[in-house]
């Protein structure tokens, strides 16, 4: 293999390598956002800053649901771990959170 074909296939490798770990960072990102999210909301129950009985359920429901997609993400993604998921359910659960929250 000569050296520009050696050059331009590990150009190649390293744009492929930023784009996951660019990828990567995004998720861990927002996974962190929502967790703390998530764990203001929970703060605010405990505080008893919700006034009606119906709110307070409310609230729990959703706390409830959006824990059940966030929990079986790990806390720190790594390339092997992200490698394994599908695209596709990382974004559908994005989605899933971020209307659980609204």
């Known amino acids: 293999m ?8 590990s150009v190649k490798i390293q744009r492929k390598w930023r784009k ?4 990567k960072n995004n998720i861990q990102i927002e996974l962190t956002f929502f967790r703390g999210i998530l764990f203001t909301i929970m703060k605010k129950i405990n505080n008893k800053d919700i006034i009606t009985l119906k709110i ?4 729990l429901k959703t706390i409830h649901y959006i ?3 966030i929990t079986p993400y790990p806390h720190i993604f790594n390339i092997q771990a992200l490698y394994k998921m599908s695209k596709f359910r990382l974004y559908l659960d994005m989605a899933k959170i971020k209307l659980g929250l609204i």
């Open 2 to 9: 000569s050296l520009v074909k050696q050059n331009a296939a």
């Open 20 to 23: 996951y770990l660019s990828f």
């Open 56 to 59: 307070y359920r409310k609230a």
């Open 67 to 69: 824990n059940n997609i």
